[in-house]
Nanobody, 125 residues
Framework: QVQLVVSGGGLVQPGGSLRLSCAASGSSVGIKAMGWYRQAPGKQRELVAAITIPSGGSTKYADSVKGRFSISNDNAKNTVYLQMNSLRPEDTAVYFC?????????????????WGQGSQVTVSS
């Protein structure tokens, strides 16, 4: 089993920045990809960004966040980060961390079996 603990999030003004962290524990050695998904009220959950583990060599971003968000991993800490810059009101959503034992998340956007708790991100003036 893999446990994912999310931290970060909160309220920020448009144009501001936030960073989300997702720390993996348990049987994390088998993880091949991690990603961030978000779900806004009345909308389907969507992939925001994903990264292959442990290399971090492949990433994928939703078109709506390209150039503004950055995903990275710290293998020593078993942690993946989502740096969110130039935030917009439409980025408001609950953000979830996900982990998969397959690296295909960066290609198919399909989530893996492991989810962390959601973190509310609200962008508002």
């Amino acid at each position: 089993q893999v446990q994912l603990v999310v931290s970060g999030g909160g309220l920020v003004q448009p144009g501001g920045s936030l960073r989300l962290s997702c720390a993996a524990s348990g049987s994390s050695v088998g993880i091949k990809a991690m990603g961030w998904y978000r779900q806004a009220p009345g909308k389907q959950r969507e992939l925001v960004a994903a990264i292959t583990i442990p290399s971090g060599g492949s990433t994928k971003y939703a078109d709506s966040v390209k150039g503004r968000f950055s995903i990275s991993n710290d293998n020593a800490k078993n942690t993946v980060y989502l740096q969110m810059n130039s935030l917009r009101p439409e980025d408001t959503a609950v953000y979830f961390c996900n982990a998969d034992t397959s690296p295909l998340m960066v290609v198919t956007t399909t989530p893996g079996d492991y989810w962390g708790q959601g973190s509310q991100v609200t962008v508002s003036s």
